[in-house]
């Protein structure tokens, strides 16, 4: 087991009716508030009247930035600090899924700055500071809500990149299963497969803890036992909730305690698609993940079928295990080809661009630029 440092300043407030206590929350840290939210979700399902509600039954002074898009881009976090400066905010409220989040992550660390956000994200600058960020979740997929890291796509710079801060940690989040009860199918599973993707880029990581091998098969468990389930009943309260819950554990730090790190040449990968296609963040990893295991099959084949047989309870080689895998994505409904999605003006070479500028690779095992002809090929 590898030394570590845990640090995880977030506070979860998780539950029925929790939503009670966010305007008090609020509060605490400011009266002027900027409110960010995606592109209609929260006000077709009433959210956004009743937080509305509760900040001015509080007196708290708002703002508002709204129409942040799925893969969210650098342009609407600078235009929403811009809001932000304005106004003298000193708090800012996330409402939405991991996009959201992952903006206003952004935005708390760009509004008390004098420089371009980007800078943040091509690692120029390194934030020092940050307003406090409270959120509230609607999507649960990304674990965006209890840990340190956003991820924001740059077109012109051909590249979605994640940055990691201290600072960037979100002081309090809102977890309410009944708000995802009006998620959609699809995007369910696609926070289903994702959090089972950050559960496998941690199997797959450098170093040796046994307990985070034990954490991230009771994370993928309790997935694979409740994401199909929930997938009939969408608007299952308990469903919901286990289903959020294990998403906040898989990527809010806990289970990489004790290795060096995850792989994440996967999630890298999937961002090269969620940028030059706008694929869903969820569908970009079911995409990637079965190939990505048949390339790397010789040097951790015994791994791979580990984890299969953990998964299914039972004994599967390492090309069984991979199926296996793939086919529980595909009945979740999600693509296992690139060419599932239809996307018309497909081009290979611009997706060899984007991954040599996106420096794709992973953190352990280690993808040359000379073999992404071959991974490309293998999940077009
Ligand atoms: O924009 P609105 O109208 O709100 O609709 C959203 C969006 O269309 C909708 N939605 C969200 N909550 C809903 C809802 N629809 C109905 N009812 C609700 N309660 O769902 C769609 C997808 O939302 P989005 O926020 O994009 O999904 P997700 O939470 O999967 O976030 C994906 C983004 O997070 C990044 C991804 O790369 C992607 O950009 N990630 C962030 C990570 C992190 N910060 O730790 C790690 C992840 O691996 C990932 O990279
Ligand atoms: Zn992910």
Redesign the pocket.
Known sequence: MENFVAFNPTSLHFGRHILEGLAPTVRQYGDRVLLV??????KR?GLYDRILRSLKEAELALFEYGG?????VIEDVEAAAAVGREHHVEVVLAV???????SAKAIALTIPVSHPAWDFFTGKTTPTKGLPLITVL??A????EM?S???ISNKEAYY?A?LRSPFAFPKHSFLDPE??T???RD?TA??VA?LIA?CMEVWFGAGDCPMSDRLVLSIIKEAMEAGPLLLTDLRNYDLRSRIMYAATLA?NGLTTQGKVSGDWCV?VVG?VL?LLYDV???ASLTIVYPAWMHFFKDQIGERIALLGSEMFEERLNVDEAISRIENFFIALGCPAKFRDLDIPNLSVDDILEAMEIGKVNGMHLKLKPADYPKLVEMFL
Request: charge should be neutral.
């Open positions: 939210y995606g592109r209609g979700s929260v399902s942040i898009q799925p893969n969210p939405g899924g991991g996009s959201v989040i992952d609607t999507l997929a990304t674990g965006s840990n890291i956003a991820v979605k994640p708000v995802t009006t998620v959609p995007y696609y926070g994702d950050h990527l999630h961002h969620s869903p963040h969820g």
